[in-house]
Every structure is written in C-alpha cells, then in structure tokens.
C-alpha cells in the first residue's frame, strides 16, 4: 500500500517561505516522477514542479525562481521550497507519484493535500 504523507503548509504573509514535503511509504516498482501541484477552487489542478529520472521539469512563469523541488532518495521524501510568496499562490498543494508496478502498468498515488494561505 503505496501512501504519500504532506506536511508543511500553514498561513504565511506576502513575501514569506515555506517548505512543504511529501513522505513516500510503500514500494513502487519504478518511479518515473515526483512532483507537485497545485487547485484552488474552480481551476484544474496545475503543475508547479517535478522530478523524474531525467531531471527537473521547467517551472512554469508564475513559480520560476522563487519555487524550487528536492528530494532525499534516503528518505523516500520530496519538497517544495517556497519563497517570496504570493498571495496568488494560495492553494491546496499535492503530491504526486507516478511510476509503474512489476506489470509495468502505470500507477498514479496523489497525497491528500496541505493547504497553502498566503495573506496578510
């Protein structure tokens, strides 16, 4: 049984930082991608970063450079650094994996998501 536990994301004024992570347990076969996203209410979830086997995926325009994703192969965790925060970034962010099982069948695992509230 695959879970991703999030952490990390509170109330936070403009121009402030927070770290998000995301802990991996169980087994998948072959990960191919970690990353986040992000919703808010009304909108389709969008990407804000991810790792695969080939590197970081580019930012998009309204995270690049205050944004940055890592992860500790060790400890099965991702993160998202955020700094210089907006309050256009308020969002429930969630983590996800995708990989593949010893079928190769892909497989999707998606946190359960942390709410991110960036106001004064």
């Known amino acids: 049984q695959v879970q991703l536990v999030e952490s990390g994301g509170g109330l936070v004024q403009p121009g402030g930082s927070l770290r998000l992570s995301c802990a991996v347990s169980?087994?998948?076969?072959?990960?191919?991608?970690m990353g986040w996203y992000r919703q808010t209410p009304g909108k389709e979830r969008e990407l804000v970063a991810a790792?695969?086997?080939?590197?970081?995926?580019p930012y998009p325009d309204s995270v690049k450079g205050r944004f940055a994703i890592s992860k500790d192969n060790a400890k099965n965790t991702v993160y998202l650094q955020m700094n210089s925060l907006k309050p256009e970034d308020t969002a429930v962010y969630y983590c996800?994996?995708?990989?593949?099982?010893?079928?190769?069948?892909?497989?999707?695992?998606w946190g359960q998501g942390t709410q991110v509230t960036v106001s004064s």
């Open positions: 996800n994996v995708a990989g593949y099982n010893r079928a190769w069948q892909p497989q999707n695992f």
């Open positions: 169980g087994s998948i076969f072959s990960i191919y991608s």
């Open positions: 790792v695969t086997s080939g590197g970081t995926t």
